[in-house]
């Protein structure tokens, strides 16, 4: 497959990374210069924490028309090799099979009496993930020096190491899963074929991460009755918590104070807020949070005029139809709450949808409740970020199928994601929470939240993978 080279160790990588989506991508301007972005994230921090000296590689794919330019240009940063994946090749793999059915499966999102439908379509999709992991382990084949380090990560490149392995027998091959993983009566509505090849290629790895226990258990169990069990490939559990340091200073800083007087507006004086932030995956619940919302509104009347629901839903992966649906249905939903409910100086949700990181550490800021409710979901990082940048503390309602709830469950207010009436019942308690126990609660959140930060998180899998 035609893939071109940005940055290349030649082969002198000791630590390499591969993921879908990179540290950094490419915009056309009008004037036809390319303007680079970099993103953040735990893996940025990871790699960073190894040192700029340790020979370390990030291979990603180029994901848009500017990515492919600089590629083309022989545009690059130092240390990522980004690789020009053909356009139609990516979709399949990316919306086609990673987006709408690996993560369909992992996170149970099917109506099962209409789909899912494996035709003709499918396989023709699948042929171009395929096509697409072999792009990257050919990549990192390349790359790799001798006895090195590779992890990659997440549902859109699990084929790759056992591809790899037949490549490289010689490197250290490590895989991690930043989502759930299905059960395995939910896992085999995949093909045959498919569900060996996923595991096969899975177990390529020398050791496989997970964020919970909870799915690597499910993994396992999936391997013990679909592929005969782990063979020699270990299973671990590796928490990534949040940054403390970074969220604490970030959220100080005047673009985030500004916000904040910006939001107290909206929120209006001495009115309580209800925070929720984000991006909008299907898997996020936003609907039935702001039922539960409306229910909190219609049991609890003495409410109205004195809480307003703030929701940030960024929207993501809008290439596919069932998301731009999604967030159209948040948007009327939240309208259709307003004009119900809504006075001349009162609006009751707030909602955003464009992507403002420094907005949303300042609902962080004034949440008095952090509202968590996914239907599922593999850790969610805005559940242990909220107790840490609170100014007030807050109380947190966490859905028991997020990944956080194994080390949050215990100090947060726990639904049932599916409970319209129960959350409501939740978001009631929490805002009636005394101010002593909120902080109380918030401090043991916090430092749960907080308790493997990021580079420690990255550094732990890699001495796992090869102390
Ligand atoms: O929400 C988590 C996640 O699924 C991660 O597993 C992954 O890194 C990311 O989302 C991928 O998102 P995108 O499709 O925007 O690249």
């Given at each position: ?17 591969a993921s879908n989506r990179g540290p950094v991508s490419y915009e056309v301007q009008e004037d036809g210069s390319l303007r680079a972005r970099r993103g953040g994230g735990g893996l940025v921090s990871g790699l960073s924490a190894i040192g700029p000296d340790a020979g370390a590689l990030w291979v990603c794919s180029a994901l848009s028309g ?402």
């Amino acid at each position: 497959m035609a893939s071109t080279h940005v940055a290349s160790t030649h082969g002198a990588a000791q630590v390499l990374v591969a993921s879908n989506r990179g540290p950094v991508s490419y915009e056309v301007q009008e004037d036809g210069s390319l303007r680079a972005r970099r993103g953040g994230g735990g893996l940025v921090s990871g790699l960073s924490a190894i040192g700029p000296d340790a020979g370390a590689l990030w291979v990603c794919s180029a994901l848009s028309g500017g990515d492919r330019e600089a590629v083309r240009r022989g545009v690059g940063e130092e240390g990522v090799r980004m690789l020009a994946v053909p356009a139609e090749v990516h979709a399949d793999a990316y919306n086609g099979v990673a987006n709408s059915v690996l993560w369909f499966v992992h996170h149970m999102l099917y109506q099962t009496p209409l789909e899912p439908v494996f035709d003709a379509g499918f396989w023709r999709q699948w042929e171009n993930y395929a096509r697409y992991n072999r792009a990257f382990a050919e990549a990192l084949a390349d790359e790799a020096a001798e006895g090195a380090a590779v992890l990659v990560q997440d549902y859109h490149l699990t084929l790759v190491p056992g591809l790899l392995r037949k490549l490289r027998p010689d490197l250290r091959i490590g895989h991690f899963s930043h989502t759930p993983w299905a059960p395995v009566d939910y896992f085999r509505m995949l093909p045959d074929q498919v569900v060996r090849e996923v595991l096969e290629g899975m177990l390529g790895a020398d050791r496989l991460g997970f964020l919970t226990r909870r799915w690597a258990d499910a993994f396992t169990a999936c391997c013990t009755e679909l592929a005969g069990g782990l063979g020699g490939t270990e299973v671990g559990v590796h928490g990534l918590g949040a940054d403390a340091d970074f969220l604490r200073a970030r959220s100080h800083e005047a673009d985030v104070e500004k916000r904040m007087a910006t939001l107290r507006a909206e929120i209006g004086a001495g009115r309580k807020a209800i925070v929720r932030v984000d991006r909008t995956e299907l898997s996020k619940n936003i609907v039935r949070g702001l039922l539960a919302y409306q229910q909190l509104l219609d049991d609890h009347p003495e409410w109205r005029e004195r809480v307003v629901h703030v929701a940030f839903a960024y929207p993501s992966r809008q290439d596919l139809a069932v998301y731009r649906d999604y967030t159209a249905e948040v948007q009327r939903l939240a309208a259709e709450i307003n004009s119900r409910y809504g006075t001349p100086g009162w609006t009751p949700v707030v909602l955003h949808v464009k992507d403002d990181f420094a907005r949303s550490l300042a609902a962080y800021r004034l949440a008095d409740v952090a509202l968590v409710n996914p239907i599922r979901d593999g850790m969610n990082l805005v559940a242990k970020e909220v107790p840490v940048v609170a100014d007030e503390g807050c109380a947190l309602v966490l859905s028991r199928e997020a990944g956080a709830y194994e080390e949050l469950g215990e100090d947060a207010i726990v639904v049932n994601p599916y409970d319209v009436l129960g959350t409501a019942r939740a978001l009631h308690e929490a805002l009636t929470m005394p101010p002593h126990e909120r902080a109380e609660r918030t401090k043991r959140l916090a430092a749960a939240a907080t308790a493997l930060p990021p580079a420690q998180w990255f550094m732990d899998q890699l001495r796992a993978l090869t102390g």
